[in-house]
């Protein structure tokens, strides 16, 4: 048979009935008002064949009176893909032949451009998607529309949401007029629009019913006809809400800021790589004398700054210590949680703020003389720094005896912090500190921007170095220059691998920074040893700039020359009006040019163990592949270490546990907006900030780096695979040190996040190029090719 009663459509029979009739079954059998109907399964749709005996005939059972007619694709309404309006509904289907042209539309619909385009961007098989077809009695109501249990815009979970209108519900899904919308919030209300207070409050009710049965938050349609009776069109889950923090006890909200675009990244983390993540910022925070717990919310790195927030000690300087690495967007969020009554200051400094402030204390005098011996003398803290990186990663080299997969694991499980923190740390915070300070020191004196070409052009910057080691091989490609220009990246890495591409320098670039690459810091993320396809991608870009004075190590040397010279102007100009102030700015912008650059040299030195601790792990997936308790050998990098002793040393099979944790991994990769801080309810905190005043075609964020450039938008979401041209403005959410060689043939840098001394604005001010961050949705609401003028000192994107 090719139709069956809704009634008998279940969970677990999705490949048959399709999403949106196992939700219905599933409804009905929990006893809840719905419109009597059937289904076509797929099976039907396999066949090519529409089973018109079988449809007529349930048709009649039904009452052979109008009915709606629904797609149920065997991949829709899942939760992870809603596919809402991506296919066919035909409403007031009267006789049986309009009901088998109806059925053969949304057949028809499957196919259809936006479907296609939705289930591509899921990576969802086109050829494994089939088509059911719901039928139901017509509903005629008075007023339909859709309850949302939890908040779908600020993403609060004690909050519902409704939209509706009079008739049918197809006028609020389909945005054609005019809705009511209403917030639940359990606030008695009084009756206004088209729903009354007892309306709403059915409607929470059943809503709250329907989230517990269900387990998630729910995307319900509803309608209420003239006799004032309920009926429930549809439940499924709501997939576009960020996941929830993790449970925590008592009844005031917690606070979560997000860490992960500290070092550009808004990509989920890999299970290893979390634990990896999380062992690292704790142990570097309190080695500042701060006590954070890192928490994994949908695989981002969350810091939980509760306490923090309600210590009278530390909320006073909070939002201040984040302007150099989180930036603007993270202060206003933070300023709006400490104005808020529940994170008011909880006793006189008590509890883990009071240990925090004792271990700030231990901490001070540490620090105190690793900077002041590094502002004394810049050059030997360098070359101290130096030599501890060299040291690292000497000792991260795994010893030549390891054989065994348990071998492997010990040497893992081993890996000590490293002692030689304190000759890469404080070098680090003096630069910081002596590049952060003369703004302060200088104002009313002296603009962000001539500060900021100060600081354009530093030496010393291990990133930097790889770009122009980069591009120096670009140079000196030769006869190779149109292969690398004409094959597509992933070709040229299999030709690499593979052993067949002609020599072209890249063994000797990738000895040196082959250990790099995107969201780097995540130890499941493979490096560009490994997959150097951005390294090819970054080369044919490189490979298109025709203007030697554009050439990125001629724009770095300008950069540089024009940052001493305007130094020398500023300090001699300051000096005069300010002398004190003046000798003091002049000293710290000095010992930042000799000691800011170093700032990246700390995660690079980092990146040794990891590739090290990678490169084992893998060896162990493989071994653990061969048994068949893996499915594939970087499956390693979906469990944790307990999990992966538990294979190695009992056999346990960890394929289901993989499987599940790499579907949420890919979902997450589709989300492209990550929260930049959470309430523990779910809250979006910038969901809740004043809304900022609508411009005309001109976007306002943050300058990092002076000047004002005009060219074509190029909106980049995978540096491996970006084509930038010569001039192009660089649009991208967040940048780490893997995009910077892109950096080289833009002519300007726009992010959506990022802080003024984080990696991608002090990359792009050392070469010389403007570049505004913050810009809210500036990969959504500007596209690739259109005109847009970057001006670094105003902070603004105009789009012509």
Not at 14 to 31: C, Q, S
Not at 296 to 318: H, K, Q
Not at 554 to 573: G, I
Request: one cysteine or more.
């Amino acid at each position: 048979m090719h139709v069956i009663a809704l009634s008998e459509a279940t969970t677990d029979m999705i490949d048959l009935v399709g999403g949106k009739a196992a939700g219905l079954g599933e409804l009905i059998r929990r006893g809840e008002r719905v419109p009597e109907g059937f289904c076509v399964t797929a099976d039907a749709h396999r066949l090519g064949v529409i089973p018109e005996a079988e449809i007529l005939a349930a048709y009649q059972r039904l009452g052979a009176g109008p009915v709606a007619v629904r797609s149920s694709a065997t991949a829709e309404d899942l939760p992870d893909a809603s596919f809402a309006g991506q296919q066919d509904t035909v409403l007031n289907v009267t006789g049986g032949a309009e009901l088998i042209a109806a059925i053969g539309k949304c057949w028809a619909s499957l196919r259809a451009d936006r479907a296609t385009a939705y289930r591509d961007a899921r990576q969802i098989d086109q050829d494994e998607v089939w088509m059911a077809v719901v039928v139901q009695r017509m509903v005629t109501p008075t007023v339909a529309g859709v309850l949302f249990t939890a908040n779908p815009v600020t993403g609060r979970r004690d909050e519902m949401a409704v939209d509706a209108a009079p008739g049918l519900g197809t006028a609020v899904v389909d945005g054609a007029t005019r809705v009511d919308h209403y917030v639940l919030d359990g606030v008695a209300r009084d009756d206004t629009g088209c729903l009354s207070a007892a309306h709403l409050a059915r409607l929470r009710t059943t809503g709250e019913r329907l989230q517990d049965h269900f387990g998630c938050p729910q995307d319900v349609e509803w309608a209420i006809d003239a006799d004032d009776v309920l009926w429930l069109l549809q439940s499924r889950p709501i997939t576009t809400l960020f996941p929830l923090p993790p449970a925590t006890d008592g009844p005031l909200p917690r606070v979560y800021l997000e860490f992960g675009h500290v070092q550009g990244m808004l990509q989920p983390v890999t299970p290893m790589g979390m634990a990896t993540l999380r062992a690292q910022i704790t142990a570097m925070l309190a080695s500042l004398g701060v006590r954070v717990e890192i928490v994994d919310i949908g695989g981002r790195l969350y810091g939980d700054l509760t306490d923090l927030a309600r210590s009278r000690s530390s909320r006073r300087r909070l939002v201040k210590l984040m302007a150099v690495d989180f930036g603007p967007r993270a202060q206003a969020v933070m300023r709006h949680v400490l104005a808020d009554p529940r994170f008011a200051p909880t006793g006189g400094g008590t509890g883990r703020g009071a240990a925090q402030g004792a271990a700030s204390l231990r901490t001070a005098g540490r620090a105190v003389v690793g900077i002041v011996r590094a502002l004394a003398r810049p050059e030997t803290a360098r070359i101290s720094m130096v030599e501890a990186v060299e040291q690292i990663r000497v000792r991260s080299m795994a010893p030549d005896d390891l054989r065994t997969a348990a071998d492997r694991l010990r040497f893992v499980q081993a890996r000590d912090a490293d002692d030689s923190a304190d000759a890469i740390m404080w070098p680090i915070v003096a630069g910081m500190l002596a590049a952060a300070l003369p703004a302060a020191l200088l104002k009313g004196v002296a603009g962000p921007d001539e500060i900021h070409a100060v600081l354009a052009g530093m030496p010393h910057n291990v990133t930097i170095e790889m770009d122009l080691a980069l591009w120096r091989l670009a140079q000196g490609v030769g006869e190779h220059r149109q292969l690398l220009l004409d094959t597509p990246p992933d070709e040229l890495t299999t030709r690499y691998l593979g052993g067949t591409l002609p020599d072209i320098g890249l063994a000797a670039f990738l000895d040196a920074y082959g250990h790099r690459g995107v969201a780097e810091v995540d130890l499941g993320v493979p490096r560009w040893a490994e997959d150097p396809t951005p390294v090819f991608a970054a080369l044919a870009n490189y490979l298109r700039v025709t203007d030697p004075a554009q050439g990125p190590d001629q724009r770095f040397h300008r950069a540089a020359a024009a940052a001493e010279t305007a130094l020398e102007e500023l300090v001699t100009r300051v000096r005069r009006r300010r002398p004190v102030r003046g000798r003091i700015s002049g000293f710290l912008l000095r010992r930042a040019r000799s000691l800011a650059g170093l700032r990246e040299a700390g995660k690079f030195a980092g990146l040794y163990p990891l590739r090290e601790t990678r490169r084992q792990l893998l060896l162990i997936g493989a071994d653990l592949h061969g048994p068949g308790l893996l499915k594939q050998a970087d499956d390693v990098m979906f469990l944790t270490l307990d999990e992966v002793h538990t294979a190695v040393h009992q056999g346990v099979d960890h394929r289901d546990v993989v499987a599940s944790r790499r579907a949420v991994h890919r979902r997450e990769l589709r989300r492209r907006s990550v929260p930049v801080a959470l309430l523990s309810d779910g809250t979006d905190v910038e969901t809740i900030l004043p809304a900022a005043p609508p411009g005309d075609r001109t976007r306002t964020g943050v300058g990092a780096s002076a000047g004002r450039v005009t060219g074509p938008a190029r909106v980049v979401h995978d540096p491996g695979t970006a084509h930038v041209e010569p001039g192009d403005v660089l649009i991208a959410a967040t940048t780490d040190p893997g995009w910077t060689p892109l950096f080289l043939t833009a002519a300007a840098l726009v992010t959506e996040t990022g802080a003024i001394m984080a990696h991608g604005p002090t990359v792009a001010r050392e070469y010389g190029i403007p570049a505004v961050i913050c810009v809210p949705d500036a990969t959504r609401t500007i596209v690739t090719g259109q005109l847009v003028t970057v001006d670094g000192a105003a902070g603004t994107v105009t789009v012509h």
